[in-house]
Each structure stands twice: as structure tokens, then as C-alpha cells.
């Protein structure tokens, strides 16, 4: 996609003005060529949707496709985050703004979990995120630390220990997602400090592979702005994750990506999105070695799929269970949590990534919609969605951050 040639100013925000003139204020870098400066101005447009709370009247507003039901399984969960569905059906939910971990369960199996089915089992942990299990003991990926606690019978958890420390600042982007990978390493993902300029700290804006003992890492992938949502395709293990671009360039530029990680390889960000195309709004004076902005991108890895700008990807899941359709087998549930830059809002909905016979996807279309909606000229919201899971039934389970909903998602529409 090549960026439009007319943008039209709407002026800048004080934020980016001075992030403007910090980048102008930095060495030069000699070369060769002197690349074509960026226009100073973007089409910059901050636009969020009113947030209603939650009320059940509202459910009538989302839509699921033929076949599919929505409920509601539980709400008042505050700022409900990362899902991680156990195999007897216990939930640890993650709240990144109260920093602290619940567990959930539908003890009397009536789809509904009541305040007698949920408590907190830790607590006092900054920006908890990502979780992850192994052997018994789960891994907590708070901003700068990763934590480790035992897992009782009952599902509580001891006071978490460190693991591994010392990553980097979260800045503008806290969030962090985490898996134990096939191959027994631990994988986390570091988000950037900031918008769209790189910092001297090498693991910014990576994905992380961490040894089992926590004591040494390496980066795994990098210039990926902030990929929260990733793990591995179920049969051809190949590592998907789905970035979020830069914010203030514009209504469409650029697109949210979904990848293919692989090792050693760097995903273009800041200077470079979807496939190849260099970002016209950056500044190429940050570029390491003698080249532009054009080569630089040649030598980084495009994207496989692309979405509508800020949509603003938190977390993905890969469907293996057998309730569904067949053809949603092994293909990817993704949490949009939803704009707030962009004109027209994008997000707000859980969207599926059909994959085709040879296991590679083909499209993103929405799956749950209509969390945003145009009321008299204003743009309204009741849902920001962010953690998705597979449930033990195989039904699809997500939270809703604002609001403290966990929804449900079950397929009741007979022959398959
Ligand atoms: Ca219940
Ligand atoms: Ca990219």
C-alpha cells in the first residue's frame, strides 16, 4: 500500500510536536544519500468514543455470525485483562490497572460465575499481564519483571517470586504478553517505550526468548512496536503475532500487521510497516548504517495480513476445540480493543483469521462487533475487549477492560 501523496494538516498535537523537535534536535548521521525529510504534518485526529459502562440492554447490539450465541458469564471483574483457562475449567484473570490476579470458577457449571466463584490469589503486582504455565507454577509478566508462583490444588497461588528482572521500561506500553514455547523457553514481549523512535535499550519493542531458568535471554525478533497477542500455529508451530502500529500518522497508516516471527528477524518498526513500505512519517535519521529509508525496509520482514489502523491487537488464541464449525479449527480468535486516533473508530470487536488447507491465513474478518456504534452524530462505546481464551467446552471466553465483563461465545447452530 503506498501512503497518500496529499495529507491534509490538522495540526499537531503538543506531544508529538515536542517529540518532533527532540528528534531534530539529534546528531546527524553522515550518508550518502540524503533521504527525503518526512512532512512534518499528518492527517492527526484524536477521536474516542464515548465509554458507556455495561448494561444488559446493550447486548443487543452485538452481533455473532449464524449459529453463534453470546453471553454473559460474569461482570464487575474491574480492569479484566489476560484469560488463562486451566483443564478443570479454572480461569486466572489477569488486571493490569489493579495489579493483581483472580481466579474464577463455574463450580455449579451454570455458565454464570458469581461473586462466590471468583478471588483474588495475588496481589501488589505492578502492571500484571501475560500469564503462562509450566509444570505446575504460573508465570506472571508484569512491566519490568517477570514473576513465578506455585499453583495449589484449589487454584490459589503462593507470593510470587522473581524470575527473571530487568527489562525494560514500560513507557506508553505496559502490557506484556508471554508463553512458554514449544521448544521449553520462555517467549515475552517488550512493547515500546514510545511512539515511534527507537532508545538506546536494544530489548524495546522485541520479542524475548528467556531460558527455562530465567537467567539468560535473547532477542528473538525485533522492531515489532508492540505485539501483546502471539503464539504458535497448533500444527505447523510456525509463531504468529499480530503488532500495533504507530499512532498519529494518520487515519490508515499505518495498518495493524499480523506476522509470522521468526528468529533474528526485524519486523520494520519505527520506520517501516505492512509490507516493506516505509513509514513517511518518521525520521530517517535514526536508521543504523549509510542507507535510506527504502533500503532499510527491503531488509526487513512484511507483514502477512493486514488489519484497519488502531485497531489496536491485545491478545490472540487459536481455536483447537471441537464445538465450533470445523473450518474454525485451528484458526485465530484476536481481541481489537478499539481506537482512539483514527476518524471513523476500528476495533472494538474480537475478529477471526481464517486459515486456509495448508494452514496459512487468509483473511481477518469481525466475529463479535458492535461495541461501537454512531448515536446522533456521536460515536459511542461500551466495550473494550482485550484477554481471549478457549474454554474447556471449547466455547470462546474474553474480557472487556472497561466495563469488567467476561463474555462467552458457544456455537448452538446444529449440524456443522
Ligand atoms: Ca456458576
Ligand atoms: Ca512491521
Known amino acids: 500500500m503506498k501512503p497518500p501523496r496529499c495529507l491534509l494538516s490538522l495540526g499537531l ?71 488463562l483457562v486451566m483443564p478443570d475449567g479454572g480461569i486466572y484473570l489477569s488486571r493490569m490497572k489493579d495489579g493483581d490476579i483472580w481466579y474464577l470458577k463455574d463450580a455449579n457449571g451454570d455458565g454464570q460465575i458469581v461473586a462466590a466463584e471468583r478471588r483474588q490469589v495475588a496481589r501488589n503486582v505492578s502492571s500484571a499481564h501475560g500469564m503462562s504455565v509450566r509444570e505446575g507454577k504460573l ?74 531458568d530465567g537467567k539468560s535471554r535473547e532477542i528473538y525478533a525485533s522492531g515489532l512496536r508492540h505485539t501483546i497477542g502471539f503464539n504458535w500455529h497448533p500444527i505447523t508451530g510456525a509463531l504468529y503475532g499480530f503488532d500495533q502500529g504507530s499512532d498519529w500518522h494518520g487515519d490508515n497508516i499505518p495498518p495493524e500487521e499480523l506476522n509470522v516471527i521468526e528468529r533474528g528477524k526485524n519486523y520494520g518498526w519505527p520506520f517501516c510497516f505492512g509490507d516493506e513500505n516505509p513509514d513517511p512519517y518518521v525520521n530517517a535519521s535514526g536508521i543504523p548504517g549509510k542507507i535510506t529509508k527504502a533500503e532499510y525496509c527491503t531488509g526487513t520482514q512484511g507483514s502477512l495480513l493486514n488489519y484497519t489502523a488502531h485497531a489496536a491487537a491485545i491478545d490472540m488464541t487459536f481455536y483447537t476445540a471441537a464445538q465450533f464449525p470445523a473450518e474454525y479449527k485451528n484458526s485465530v480468535f484476536v481481541a ?81
Not at 517470586?161 to 514449544?182: I, L
Open 13 to 83: 498535537s503538543g506531544a508529538l510536536a515536542l517529540g518532533w523537535a527532540a528528534a531534530q534536535g539529534a546528531a546527524p548521521t553522515p550518508r550518502p544519500i540524503t533521504p527525503p525529510e518526512p512532512p512534518a504534518t499528518a492527517t492527526v485526529t484524536r477521536n474516542e468514543p464515548v465509554a458507556l459502562e455495561f448494561t444488559p440492554d446493550k447486548l443487543s447490539r452485538l452481533k455473532v455470525p449464524a449459529g453463534f450465541q453470546l453471553k454473559v458469564m460474569a461482570t464487575g471483574l474491574g480492569n479484566a485483562r489476560s484469560l
Open 139 to 212: 508465570y506472571l509478566a508484569a512491566e519490568k519483571t517477570i514473576w513465578v508462583m506455585d499453583i495449589a490444588k484449589d487454584g490459589s497461588l503462593n507470593v510470587p517470586r522473581v524470575f527473571a528482572d530487568g527489562f525494560p521500561d514500560a513507557g506508553q506500553h505496559g502490557a506484556r504478553g508471554m508463553h512458554w514455547g514449544p521448544d521449553g523457553y520462555l517467549y515475552a514481549a517488550f512493547g515500546s517505550t514510545n511512539n515511534d523512535s527507537r532508545t538506546p535499550n536494544p530489548e524495546e519493542a522485541t520479542l524475548l526468548r528467556i531460558s527455562p
Open 336 to 416: 481489537y480493543r478499539g481506537s482512539w486516533n483514527r476518524s471513523e473508530p476500528s476495533g472494538y470487536q474480537i475478529a477471526h483469521v481464517s486459515f486456509d488447507a495448508n494452514n496459512r491465513p487468509t483473511a481477518i474478518t469481525p466475529f463479535v462487533s458492535g461495541f461501537v456504534y454512531q448515536d446522533a452524530g456521536t460515536w459511542k462505546q461500551f466495550g473494550r475487549v482485550a484477554g481471549v481464551a478457549q474454554y474447556t467446552d471449547g466455547s470462546l471466553i474474553f474480557t472487556d477492560d472497561q466495563s469488567g465483563v467476561l463474555y462467552r461465545v458457544l456455537y448452538t447452530g446444529g449440524q456443522k
